[in-house]
């Protein structure tokens, strides 16, 4: 679930990883985010922070990097902030 600043909730399913560490930072991470058929989406996602909220409770902070994707399925990229949430 992403969820935006003005509390707009947006279902989909993530796909995260993360990146090797780099000597004293936080790991990098990032993912592709796939909005579910019947979401509506998020207006001009593009550099906007989002809160990604995993089915477990846990959530982190990421940006949108970019959208892909067609007519039947959009997918933002994104770019996590902080700690990864997985």
Same mark, same amino acid.
């Given at each position: 679930?992403?969820?935006?600043?003005?509390?707009?909730?947006?279902?989909?399913?993530?796909?995260?990883?993360?990146?090797?560490?780099?000597?004293?930072?936080? @790991? @990098?991470?990032?993912?592709?985010?796939?909005?579910?058929?019947?979401?509506?989406?998020?207006?001009?996602?593009?550099?906007?922070?989002?809160?990604?909220?995993? @089915?477990?409770?846990?959530?982190?902070?990421?940006?949108?990097?970019?959208?892909?994707?067609?007519?039947?399925?959009?997918?933002?990229?994104?770019?996590?902030?902080?700690?990864?949430?997985?």
């Amino acid at each position: 679930m992403l969820l935006s600043a003005d509390g707009t909730r947006t279902s989909g399913t993530a796909a995260l990883f993360s990146e090797p560490g780099r000597k004293g930072g936080i @790991p @990098p991470w990032a993912g592709d985010f796939r909005l579910a058929t019947t979401a509506t989406g998020i207006k001009n996602p593009v550099g906007k922070t989002l809160t990604l909220e995993m @089915p477990d409770g846990r959530s982190g902070k990421v940006v949108v990097q970019g959208v892909k994707g067609g007519s039947k399925s959009t997918i933002l990229a994104l770019m996590g902030e902080d700690q990864p949430p997985f």
